[in-house]
Every structure is written in structure tokens, then in C-alpha cells.
């Protein structure tokens, strides 16, 4: 693990190019991509995490941490995939049909892809069907739902109900979140669960993944 | 016209219910003319706006103004201005919102024959543009509707019209969030101020073949996003801060373009707005945490002309339904401003209100009646809107320093280090054309230029 101090440190300080750098160095050497991404990427972004938790960063240092993630991420990807290592989880973000608020569902993304999830974006007013279609598409995981509306809350329950006419309901994980919603509300729908901001909803989805 | 001088002489002159220029609207209501009015606003419980559901929303804006207008006659409060804010689908579809506000004005002007209530109904139209991403400002279906939805406010019984509008939003909610002070630029003071003289003109131009008044905007997708994310702890404070003051510019060019008040409830630059234009304005505050915290609770009751409880949902508290509560509450509020300038005490009220919050967050200070005279100076002294929005955002650093170097403001050292990274970036970024080079890479993207007259 220590010699990944460098690259964590990396990571945390959001020097993409530096991780780059520093990727392809172990890579040359042979190490295993697995061997780098657990070693050296996640734990510095688990410490930018904390580091959030505690109020040491906001999103924007979450945000450049992230970007230097991804640039060891591309570097690993290929390598990852060919020895069938997966993201934590796969998850399709989405505000629903009638709603166009989407800053609370950028930073989930931000967040979750923060936390090595991959994270699809439906982005705003998106109806049922399409949350259906492209779950399956892309064979996700979790399905997050957002809405700022008490208007637009019954398309969650659509939504969910959707799910179920396909039939694939309980392939996936459904998660909402918004300012009017409540846990109540996501028991009510059958969802299955409720984050009450972004922070939460990293918890609630590495539970639903059963990470 | 282009404000080029405050419409007050100090920031001591700006009082609760007074403005330069009183204005009259409704059943015989003059706002700014010595008393504080509540502005009461209410939204549905959980259901969904569609042709199917049509008499049930109508029975449930009978039950909310019909309850809110009973318990303001029964507390003989002088005046009120109910405002009708659209859900996206009540702009959409003209129907629902048309039908909704004939029936809201139709209960007003009962409530005024029965009781002698005076009141005004403020229609705010959904901004529904930002529906397509990237959103097309100015062509297009949505922003047809969107004005037809003005219009038919208006026929309908709307004696203010007002928007929450949302031109350069799209770049500015992934500048906040990277603290991309280039983006933000490029944002409140390129792509906003264009987009707001578009819009109003439009909007004067329909407030002025139907008769009624062009009220004002505000720059809540902008300022109040970034308020509540700092609150939240994922931007800093600071941050959000300077974004208000430089959103003021973009909110000042609806006046500019014939506005003449009340500014909207969410609007907390209505301050600055007042400075300058001397129009009525209306705030939100404590009375207004049902719809969402803020640090402004007390201090953005001292210059205001309405008090507003933002909105809150239909639901049955203790004592009745949500709305008539908040009516209740907001009466009780504008009754104490009341009395204290009858009774002589309007200076008393105003300094504890001002003292209460002034210096407990950099949000409340940036809203202080001192801090916005500062930054209307700030905006009136230049011509154009992107150094408008520079200089607000530079004053407001400035005061943000001056609290700090005197012990009356504490800040995390972060946040320090922030408010000096801005500073250095909003003098840095000088001119559109540096802004634009370092913004366009990577936002260029998310908006189209052309929409913009760009």
C-alpha cells in the first residue's frame, strides 16, 4: 500500500495529470490494474469522502478529486474489464416526468461517481417509460429518482409502478430523494429507499448495492 | 433606461413599507405607501397537474385562497397580495394556470365586496424555457407558451405578473459547483442580463396591452441555489454571498426594462433593487422556513414593503390548512412593523431587526441594508451589465473583508481562503473577452449562444 501513497495523495490534492502520470508508472512497472485501483485510487478517494463528511472539502475540491480519479480510471478501464472487475455499482439518475429541477440530482452524481459508482444521467422530465428503457439499456443497478415538486412526486410512484409492469422491478434498486419527499412517501410507492440530501444518498445507495 | 443614481440619499432612508415610489394595484391596494402587507403563497399536496385532475386542483385552490382570505378579513389586515406561482405544468398547460388565477381573482374581489379587503394577485409564470437542455431562450415552442401564459394571466385577473426566470442558469449551476468563478461570470454577467432584457421587454410589452403591472424577477435559481448549498455544506458561504450581490445586476434589468415592482419574495436583492429603483419590494424570512432555511430571518423584514411566506404546502397543521397559518403568521409579523411606524418606533424595529442577523452570517450581511446601498453604488457607477455584475461581486468582497478584519464577522479559514481566490478571480477576469476564453472550453456546451444574441 505504500508505495500508492503518492497516487493517493494525488487524488486527494485533485492533480489529475499527476495521476495520470503516476497510473501509467505503475502500469509500465506491471503492476495489476486491480492492485492500483484498490490500492491507490479508492483509498484517495475514500479519503476525499471524508474529508467531506468533515467538512475539510466542498464539492468543488470533490469535484477536481473525482476528475483526477477518472483519468486513472480511463488508464484502468480496458485492463479492468478484460479480468471482469466491475464499478461498485451501476446507477441511473434521473429527475422525473414533469420536473426540470436537476442541481440536486447533479450532485448525487457527483457524489456517487465520487464513490466509484457509475453513474448514467437520465437528466430532467423524464417519463417512465424512458427510466424503464434505459435501466435495462444499460443494465443498471439502482435507479435514483428526484423531484422538487409535490406536483411532480406521483411520477416517482408512476415510475416505480412502470417498473413493475415491466417486470423487471426487482432486478433493480429504487432510491428518491428531493425536498418534499419523505421516507414515508418512498415506503408508500414501494420504493426502496429515501436519501435526504446528496451526502445520504452515497449511504443509501452503497446499501442498496450491498457494498 | 439605464439606472445611473440611487433613488435614496443613504441607507438609513430605506424603511420597511415606505418606497420612493408607492404603487397601486388591485382592489385599491397602494404598496410602499407606509404599510408592510403580507404577500401569502401556497402550493398543492401530492398530486399531479393534468387535464384529469383539473376539478380537484381548482377545489384545492377554492380551499386554500378561500381559508387564507377568510382568516386575513377575519384579522383585518389592511391589504395582502396572494400570489398564484405556477408549477411547470400550470404554464404549459394555459388552461389549468388560466382557470386558476380567474378563480383566485374571482374569491379576491368577493373577499374585497364582502370584507373590503384590499388585494392584488401576482401570477408567477414558470419559466419552462429551461425544460430542453440545452434551452432555447428564445425560440421555440416553450417560450411561446410561455409568454401565452403571461397573457392569459393577465386576462384572467392577474394584476402582477412576475418570473422566476432562469436565463444562464444552466451554466451558472455547474459553476457554483465547481467554483468556477469564470463560469459564473459568463453566467450572471453575460448570459443572464441578455436573457433578462429579452424577457422583459416581452413581458412589459404584455403587462402593458393587458393593463396590468410588470412586477419583477429574482434571482433565486441563481443566488438562493447557491444559498442553500452552502447551507448544506457543499459550496462555501462566501461563495454564495458574492453570487447574490452579482445576481443583483441580472434581477435589476427587469426594472430596467420597465418593471415597476413589487420584486419578487424570493428576490433577496430587493434591497439593492429598492436602492436603486426606489419601487416596492417584497421579502421572505423567518416566515418563510416552511419552504426553506435560510440566515436572513430578521434582517430581510427591515426594507420591505411585502412579507412573504415563500410557500407552503396544503396540509392540515393543528390549528387549520398550512396556508391560512402562514397568513396568520405573516399578519401578525407586518402588524408589529405597522405599529412600530405608527407608533413612532419604525428606527427601533428596523436596527434590532438589522442587529439580530447582521453579523451571525456572511448571507445576512450581504442582504443588510447597509451591504446592498454598497452594492447598488457598486452597480449604478458603471453602464454595462458584466461590470455591473464584477464590481457587485468585488463590493461585496470588499464588505465580506472590512467584517472580517473587524472582529464582527467570524469565517472558517477556508472560507477565507475562498473569499481571496474569488477576489483575485473577479479582478483577474476583467473584461467578457477574458471571461469568455476561460469559460467557453468548458461551458460552451451547455448553452446556445445564438439563443442568447451572442
Same mark, same amino acid.
Given at each position: ?12 490534492? /485533485? ?6 502520470? *503516476? ?13 492500483? *485501483? ?20 466542498f464539492i468543488p475540491e470533490?469535484l ?7 483519468? /486513472? ?28 429541477? &436537476? ?62 409492469? &415491466? /417486470? ?23 420504493? &426502496? ?19 | ?18 418606497? @420612493? ?20 403563497? $401556497? ?30 378579513? @377575519? ?26 388565477? !380567474?378563480?383566485?381573482?374571482? #374569491? ?64 451558472n449551476d455547474r459553476a457554483l459547483m465547481e467554483a468556477n468563478l469564470p463560469g459564473l461570470l459568463?453566467s450572471l ?33 441563481f443566488a438562493n441555489t447557491a444559498m442553500i448549498l452552502a447551507d448544506q455544506g457543499y459550496i462555501p458561504n462566501v461563495l454564495a454571498a458574492v453570487v447574490r450581490a452579482m445576481s443583483?445586476?441580472?434581477? #435589476? ?25 426606489? +419601487? ?10 416552511? %419552504? ?7 434582517? !430581510? ?30 399578519? +401578525? =409579523? ?5 405599529? %412600530? ?5 419604525? =428606527? ?13 452570517s456572511v448571507h445576512?450581511?450581504i ?8 452594492? %447598488? ?8 451589465? $458584466? ?5 457587485a461581486g468585488l463590493?461585496a468582497c470588499?464588505?465580506i ?10 469565517l472558517r479559514?477556508r472560507e477565507i481562503t475562498y473569499l481571496n481566490r474569488i477576489e483575485d478571480e473577479l ?15 468548458? +461551458?460552451?456546451?451547455? $448553452? ?7
Amino acid at each position: 500500500m505504500e508505495k500508492y501513497v503518492e497516487l493517493q495523495e494525488s487524488i486527494i490534492s /485533485g492533480k489529475k495529470d499527476k495521476v495520470g502520470e *503516476l497510473t501509467q508508472r505503475f502500469l509500465d512497472d506491471g503492476r495489476p490494474a486491480k492492485e492500483i *485501483l484498490d490500492e491507490g485510487l479508492i483509498p484517495g478517494m475514500a479519503v476525499v469522502g471524508r474529508k467531506f463528511q468533515e467538512g475539510e472539502y466542498f464539492i468543488p475540491e470533490m469535484l477536481l478529486s473525482a476528475r483526477a480519479l477518472n483519468v /486513472g480510471l480511463d488508464l484502468l478501464k480496458p485492463l479492468l474489464e478484460a479480468s471482469d472487475v466491475k464499478p461498485v455499482a451501476k446507477v441511473l439518475v434521473g429527475t422525473v416526468k414533469g420536473d426540470i429541477h &436537476d442541481i440536486g440530482k447533479n450532485l448525487v452524481s457527483i457524489m456517487l461517481r465520487g464513490g466509484g459508482f457509475e453513474v448514467i444521467d437520465a437528466g430532467v422530465d423524464v417519463s417512465p417509460d424512458t427510466f424503464v428503457q434505459m435501466a435495462k439499456e444499460s443494465s443498471v443497478d439502482i435507479v435514483g429518482l428526484s423531484a422538487l415538486l409535490t406536483t411532480t412526486m406521483p411520477s416517482m410512484q408512476e415510475t416505480v409502478e412502470a417498473f413493475k409492469s &415491466d /417486470g423487471s422491478r426487482d432486478k433493480i434498486k429504487i432510491m428518491i430523494g428531493g425536498a418534499p419527499v419523505t421516507t414515508e412517501y418512498a415506503e408508500k410507492i414501494g420504493a &426502496d429507499g429515501y436519501a435526504q440530501n446528496a451526502s445520504l444518498a452515497i449511504e443509501m445507495a452503497r446499501n442498496l448495492a450491498g457494498v | 433606461m439605464v439606472y445611473d443614481s440611487l433613488a435614496y440619499n443613504s441607507s438609513g432612508e430605506m424603511l420597511f413599507g415606505k418606497a @420612493i415610489h408607492p404603487l397601486s394595484c388591485g382592489s385599491d391596494l397602494v404598496l410602499g405607501d407606509g404599510l408592510v402587507f403580507p404577500e401569502v403563497n $401556497f402550493t398543492l399536496p401530492i398530486m399531479q397537474v393534468n387535464e384529469d385532475n383539473r376539478a380537484k386542483i381548482l377545489k384545492q385552490y377554492e380551499d386554500m385562497v378561500g381559508t387564507v382570505l377568510n382568516r386575513l378579513a @377575519i384579522l383585518q389586515v389592511p391589504g395582502a397580495v396572494i400570489e398564484f406561482e405556477h408549477a411547470p405544468q400550470m404554464t404549459e398547460y394555459l388552461d389549468i394556470g388560466g382557470d386558476i388565477t !380567474a378563480l383566485t381573482k374571482q #374569491l379576491m374581489d368577493d373577499c374585497y365586496q364582502k370584507h373590503g379587503l384590499k388585494t392584488a394577485l401576482r401570477a408567477t409564470i414558470c419559466d419552462i424555457r429551461e425544460k430542453e437542455r440545452p434551452p432555447k431562450m428564445r425560440t421555440g415552442e416553450l417560450v411561446q407558451r410561455m409568454f401565452e401564459s403571461f397573457r392569459l394571466g393577465a386576462v384572467k385577473g392577474a394584476d402582477l405578473l412576475s418570473i422566476e426566470s432562469t436565463g444562464g442558469k444552466e451554466v451558472n449551476d455547474r459553476a457554483l459547483m465547481e467554483a468556477n468563478l469564470p463560469g459564473l461570470l459568463l453566467s450572471l454577467g453575460i448570459l443572464a442580463p441578455r436573457d433578462m432584457h429579452f424577457l422583459w421587454n416581452e413581458i412589459n410589452k404584455i403587462a402593458a396591452d393587458e393593463n396590468v403591472i410588470a412586477a419583477g424577477d429574482s434571482a433565486c435559481a441563481f443566488a438562493n441555489t447557491a444559498m442553500i448549498l452552502a447551507d448544506q455544506g457543499y459550496i462555501p458561504n462566501v461563495l454564495a454571498a458574492v453570487v447574490r450581490a452579482m445576481s443583483a445586476v441580472r434581477s #435589476l434589468v427587469a426594472f430596467e426594462e420597465g418593471a415597476v415592482g413589487p420584486s419578487k419574495d424570493c428576490a433577496y436583492e430587493g434591497p439593492v433593487i429598492k436602492a436603486i429603483t426606489g +419601487y416596492p419590494i417584497s421579502m421572505e424570512g423567518k416566515s418563510a422556513a416552511c %419552504a426553506h432555511f435560510s440566515h436572513m430571518g430578521n434582517i !430581510a423584514m427591515a426594507v420591505t414593503d411585502l412579507w412573504s411566506n415563500e410557500s407552503v404546502q396544503n396540509v392540515k397543521l393543528l390549528s387549520g390548512f398550512a396556508p391560512e397559518v402562514f397568513a396568520e403568521v405573516l399578519t +401578525y =409579523d407586518c402588524r408589529l412593523m405597522n405599529e %412600530a411606524v405608527a407608533e413612532g418606533d419604525e =428606527d427601533i424595529i428596523r436596527k434590532l431587526l438589522i442587529k439580530s442577523d447582521e453579523y451571525k452570517s456572511v448571507h445576512a450581511l450581504i442582504v443588510s441594508p447597509d451591504s446592498s446601498y454598497q452594492i %447598488a453604488q457598486a452597480i449604478v457607477a458603471e453602464k454595462s451589465d $458584466f461590470e455591473r455584475t464584477r464590481q457587485a461581486g468585488l463590493t461585496a468582497c470588499s464588505i465580506i473583508e472590512a467584517a472580517v478584519q473587524e472582529n464582527k464577522l467570524t469565517l472558517r479559514d477556508r472560507e477565507i481562503t475562498y473569499l481571496n481566490r474569488i477576489e483575485d478571480e473577479l479582478t483577474k477576469y476583467s473584461s467578457e473577452e477574458t471571461v469568455l476564453e476561460a469559460a467557453l472550453p468548458d +461551458y460552451k456546451d451547455l $448553452f446556445l449562444s445564438s439563443e442568447y444574441g451572442l
